[in-house]
């Protein structure tokens, strides 16, 4: 009686906190746990679809650490699955192999995303949060050719929108990244010349290169990258992680010139957009199937396109013999897997990602099926695109993709030669004409002289007239820079002790009753013994 109690009282804690009993403990889902590491690209948006199964039974552990590390952890059988940017490309730079060892597996896309370009660049005490720059003025940012925010290129990439002399800081991937292999494979395709001379030699890198005597920072991880630019220290820092992570971060994000002269970001409607154009391997007996070709990605003329955008994958185990794979795991596998290329896509937007389209979850599906060929014991009923939730799908026509038709036209202002807008960039919102008029309007067209000069030396602005010599009042506000208050706790700070409070309030209602009730019995059996 005592111990039915007890697991009813347990039961009605869980309950209350908001956590739900497993099926598994019911023996109603043959589930085990699974393990991988990898992408730090893509993590975010992993660890929200490892939170929202785990409610039902599923048992899901992740670890980043970078693709690279994913990879190599799947191919020595350390771990169930990998995610990772980049597919395994048969030697790495260091002449080492990149191979599965022979492990069977498939590439599964998972979700699609954009490379941003976060920043920290004030003038006077005001952080800058509409900075734009086109993709020649970041591929020698990032190649150390320039090294100043008061460089003329910045200034014509901003409509002459003049920085302080502060030096640039670029903030890379000191460890084997899928975000360094992307960012650096568009640059040896649209900047050949920058990148090679740097570089040494064509092709991308997963480890950046970081010469001497630059002030290049090197950082592990997307959360270091992040942690580091926002940091105390960090104006004048600029670097590269996944959208997500400025967003998640409350932080502004370059706006990057496409191919048809819009500074854009990578909003989950931009990179819909963009990726409209990947080429996708579907010969089905190729060892790159489902792969992407970016090519067609980087040079798009949509004005809505972001043309640094991408897809990540998960490389899941398919050998019928695969040492570290049973029935249990493969279920949950493919479960899990089902539940994120379907309902889990409908959170990629929130989270700075942008959904599959029906294609490639068609094609997702295929791979999962690989589970049920490997181990027939495998349950796949129901799942297929028809129950699939996903706000990229139009169920009559394969070939559209209604996140990108959606996608709104950017706004005039963030054309070359116009703006820039003064609008906040890291919000995750379409940018469109209204946002940029609701921001107060946008800055004075080509040819206008600017409303402020900066002062090289204090890097305060100096505010002047429209002839550009009489002063004007004091309380003149920059052009390219908006207030910005850095809250000392970060978002995710706030939950853990949340939680705290709820037990603490728990506590105070459940523990004063049954400790009376212990007192009581303790009574009663004292007086029976007596």
Request: hydrophobic share 35%.
């Amino acid at each position: 009686m005592k111990r039915r109690g007890r697991a009813l009282a347990a039961t009605l804690l869980a309950m209350i906190c908001g956590i739900s009993l497993p099926l598994a403990a019911w023996g109603a889902v043959p589930y085990a746990q699974i393990e991988g590491t990898g992408s730090t690209w893509s993590e975010l948006i992993v660890q929200q679809w490892i939170a929202d199964v785990n409610a039902n039974g599923m048992k899901v552990v992740y670890t980043g650490g970078g693709s690279t590390k994913g990879r190599k952890d799947f191919a020595n059988n350390s771990v169930d699955f990998a995610i990772s940017e980049i597919p395994y490309q048969g030697t790495d730079e260091q002449g080492q192999a990149d191979t599965s060892q022979g492990r069977q597996y498939a590439y599964l896309p998972i979700v699609a995303g954009g490379t941003a370009f976060t920043y920290q660049l004030k003038i006077g005490n005001e952080q800058v949060k509409n900075l734009r720059l086109s993709g020649e003025t970041l591929a020698k940012i990032f190649t150390n050719q320039i090294t100043n925010w008061n460089d003329p290129a910045i200034a014509k990439d901003n409509n002459g929108r003049k920085f302080p002399a502060l030096p640039i800081i670029p903030v890379v991937r000191s460890d084997g990244s899928g975000t360094t292999a992307q960012f650096t494979t568009w640059m040896d395709k649209q900047y050949p010349s920058i990148w090679r001379a740097y570089f040494g030699r064509a092709g991308l890198t997963s480890y950046y290169p970081k010469k001497s005597g630059s002030r290049m920072v090197s950082q592990a991880g997307s959360d270091q990258v992040m942690n580091t630019i926002k940091g105390f220290s960090g104006n004048g820092m600029i670097g590269y992680v996944e959208y997500s992570y400025a967003i998640n971060a409350h932080y502004p994000v370059v706006k990057v010139r496409n191919a048809a002269g819009y500074y854009v970001e990578p909003t989950q409607f931009n990179t819909a957009v963009a990726l409209t154009q990947a080429k996708i391997n579907m010969d089905t007996t190729s060892p790159l199937y489902l792969t992407q070709n970016l090519d067609g990605v980087y040079t798009h003329n949509d004005p809505r396109s972001y043309p640094i955008s991408s897809y990540s994958y998960m490389l899941l185990p398919t050998g019928a013999g695969d040492q570290r794979m049973s029935t249990a795991k493969r279920q949950t596998l493919a479960d899990f897997m089902y539940y994120s290329l379907c309902t889990g896509q409908t959170k990629a937007g929130a989270y700075g990602y942008s959904s599959l389209p029906l294609n490639l979850v068609q094609a997702g599906f295929d791979q999962i099926a690989k589970l049920k060929a490997a181990d027939p014991a495998v349950e796949l009923t129901d799942r297929d695109v028809k129950s699939c939730n996903n706000p990229t799908f139009d169920g009559k026509n394969l070939d559209k993709n209604l996140l990108a038709e959606k996608a709104p036209k950017p706004p005039e202002c963030d054309k070359d030669g116009a703006g820039p807008c003064g609008y906040d960039t890291g919000t995750g919102k379409p940018a469109t004409d209204e946002q940029a008029a609701a921001a107060g309007g946008t800055a004075p067209a080509a040819g206008a002289a600017p409303p402020a000069a900066v002062d090289p030396v204090t890097g305060q602005e100096v505010p002047v007239a429209t002839d550009g010599t009489t002063p004007v009042a004091a309380t003149s506000q920059p052009v390219t820079a908006s207030p910005d208050t850095l809250s000392a706790e970060r978002a995710g700070d706030r939950r853990p002790f949340g939680w705290v409070v709820v037990l603490e309030l728990l506590a105070l209602v459940l523990l004063p009753g049954l400790l009376a009730a212990m007192f009581r019995r303790r009574l009663a059996a004292g007086g029976t013994s007596r």
